[in-house]
C-alpha cells in the first residue's frame, strides 16, 4: 500500500499467495519406489505443468553418458493474487472465505505481489566453484490444448513458472 509503514503489518497487506515445490523424480520412472496408483500414461505426466523434464530437453548436445537420460530436477511455483500470502494480516478479507482477499478486481491482482528469497550457502566464489552461468528456464503460462490446463480443484493460478536452475 502506498503511504504504509513499512515497519508495521500493513507492509505485507499486498503480499498474495505463492506456492513452491518439487516434485519427486520416482513419478517418471519405472523403478520400485514408484506410486501404484501413478501409471506410466498417466495424464498428469503428459500435462506441461507437472510432467519430468528430461536432461535432453535442456541441454539436445549434451553427451548424456552410460546414465542415460533422467530428468532434471525443477522448482516449480504457483501464485494466486486472488490469496493472502504468508504473513499477510490484512483486514480487508472475504467474508466467505478468509483465505482470500475481499477485493478480486483484476487492478487490484495486478497490484500484489509474490516473492522468495534464500541465501547461496556454498562457495560463493563461483569460479572456484566451476559455475559459469545460472540459467532459469520459465514455462508459457498460457500454453493451449489439454496438456497446458491446469489440474487444481479450487484455485486457477494466474501464472504456473517451471524454474529449472542448471550451474
Known amino acids: 500500500m502506498q503511504g504504509a509503514n513499512p515497519d508495521g503489518l500493513s507492509s505485507a497487506y499486498r503480499r498474495a499467495k505463492l506456492a513452491w515445490y518439487t516434485i519427486d523424480q520416482t513419478y517418471y520412472t519405472s523403478g520400485q519406489s514408484k506410486p501404484q496408483n501413478i501409471s506410466s500414461n498417466d495424464p498428469s505426466l503428459s500435462n506441461h505443468y507437472t510432467r519430468g523434464i528430461e536432461r535432453s530437453e535442456i541441454f539436445p548436445n549434451r553427451d548424456?553418458?552410460?546414465?542415460?537420460?533422467?530428468?532434471?530436477?525443477?522448482?516449480?511455483?504457483?501464485?494466486?493474487?486472488?490469496?493472502?500470502?504468508?504473513?499477510?494480516?490484512?483486514?480487508?478479507?472475504?467474508?466467505?472465505?478468509?483465505?482470500?482477499?475481499?477485493?478480486?478486481?483484476?487492478?487490484?491482482?495486478a497490484a500484489r505481489y509474490g516473492g522468495i528469497s534464500r541465501e547461496i550457502t556454498f562457495d560463493t566464489d563461483f569460479d572456484n566453484a566451476n559455475v559459469e552461468y545460472l540459467e532459469f528456464w520459465l514455462m508459457d503460462p498460457f500454453i493451449a490444448g489439454p496438456n497446458g490446463q491446469i489440474n487444481d480443484s479450487e484455485n486457477a493460478p494466474r501464472t504456473i513458472l517451471q524454474v529449472v536452475i542448471c550451474t
Open 64 to 109: 548424456l553418458g552410460a546414465t542415460g537420460n533422467s530428468f532434471e530436477f525443477s522448482f516449480d511455483m504457483a501464485y494466486y493474487p486472488g490469496e493472502r500470502g504468508q504473513y499477510n494480516y490484512t483486514p480487508e478479507v472475504s467474508t466467505t472465505d478468509e483465505r482470500k482477499f475481499a477485493n478480486q478486481a483484476p487492478t487490484a491482482n
